[in-house]
Structures are given as structure tokens and as C-alpha cells.
């Protein structure tokens, strides 16, 4: 997956000062704070990249069908929406049903959700209410069948440098959504190995 661009971190720390830490010219151990910003055509590039095109649906009579998504795109943002607080991801989706040869129109939202795993946060995004009219069912909601997207949102890894390996963390320390964009701040510590 490409960003190109879109991925735009802004840096609340002097440019030089991240410069002159990345040379190993200041102390042994520094950090600085990163923002990145996430707007729709760059989520649109993620989710396509992650999306199951084709959910197996069991029903109530103890058989399958099979649910096709596609198109899935990225709308716009609903900061004020959610239970927790942290708004809705607006996103539209063409859902096909081959077996019954049918394919219709869905605007589902999806929730972002910030989970503690192994000592390390996730971000979640998860289908909120998605509604399927089938003919023999009638209206089923399918959203605790279709697969969350699940995405680390902290690391750790070695740089190699002139002076030696420097090892950075990054930690994330706050999530925001606006009417444009999702912003993630995180903490990037850096340490000289010794």
C-alpha cells in the first residue's frame, strides 16, 4: 500500500533537533511527539487493501450464503457519533448476494476503537449496524459477521546509523476524529543502544 503523500506526520519538536537525534549528536535517549493524519482517500487505499471480498453468512436454518463486498469507499467522517465517543468512519459498499442474484446499495458506518493487546494498543475499526433485506429472512443485520479490521498501533524497531543502532518505540497517545481526517499521536522515543 502506497500513501504518496497523504500520510502527513507533523512534528512537535524542532526539525533540527529530530535531525540532530537521528545523527546521534544529543543525548542518549530523547522523544518527540508525532501526529499523523488519516483523511478518506487514504483509508480508502487501507480498507481496500484489507477487506474480505466474500463473507460467509450462516442462517437461521442452519445454512450458508454467501455475501460479496465491493466498492467499499470511504465517505466522510462523523466526529459526534459512537458510544464511545470517538465517532464514525461514513463509508458506502455494494453488497452482492450471488445465490440469490442480487446486489444493493449499503452506507454502513464503521466505529474506531482503541483496545489494549499484550501489553501493546490496536486500533479497531468495526461495522456498526448493517442491515441486509434478504427475501427469505427479511431484514438481518450483519455487522458481528463481517471481520473487524484490526491494526497495530505500536512498535518497536532498530535503526542502523552512522554512530551505531538506535532503538525506537513509538507509543500512541491519543486518537481524534475530525469532519476530515483521523489523527493519531503518538510518542516516538528514541534510545542509542549501547
Known sequence: MSLRGRLSPRLRVPFSTFA???SGAIAPASLARVEITLDA???NDFLS???APRVILPLPSGKEIALELRDLHVNGFDPAAGSNGRGHVLTSVRVGIPALDLE???EPRLSLDVQEENGSKVCILRFEKVEVLLPVTGALDISA???PYRV???AAWTMTMRQGDVQVKSRLVQTRMGADALRFGFDVE???KK
Do not use: G, S
Open 41 to 43: 482517500e487514504t483509508l
Open 104 to 106: 444493493f446499495p449499503l
Open 145 to 147: 459477521l463481517l471481520p
Open 190 to 192: 528514541m534510545t542509542a
Open 49 to 51: 487493501a484489507v477487506t
Open 20 to 22: 540532530l537525534l537521528l
Open 152 to 154: 497495530p498501533a505500536e
